[in-house]
């Protein structure tokens, strides 16, 4: 496959999948990270199609969440962190953060599933003390 570690397992930084992030909880698909090296940050590739992450900041709060399509980042919904003219939530589209662009708030069929994660989430961490 190619340039990205897409065959290869490796990011473009050179660490394999699976050592950036913590998964500290997964609803089906969606599987809640921390990253390990300090701040935030949200994953652009996955080794699992259709795959969602929740990343937790050092809170433990969701302060994104990010939808890949067979490899890729497609879309990622920032809930948390700087407003984009003035709004947060909002949802930027594509694989670099706004390649096809930034969108104030975000779509009735994508709340739905920010609620849901945001709510199985709240329940996790209370179980775990986070």
Known sequence: MGGRGSSSG???????????YKTLAQFGNVKVIKYKGGNARAPMETITPGRVYA???KRNDIKFITFHDTTDRIKQID??????DGALPHTHSG??????GTYPGVSAKDQKLVDKITNQWARKRKKLNL
Do not use: A, F, N, W
Not at 10 to 20: A, H, N
Not at 95 to 100: K, S
């Open 79 to 84: 809930l948390k962190g700087v407003p984009h």
């Open 95 to 100: 694989y670099i953060h706004d390649e096809y």
């Open 10 to 20: 490796m990011s473009d930084d050179g660490k394999r999948y699976g050592t950036e």
């Open 55 to 57: 990343t937790v900041d």
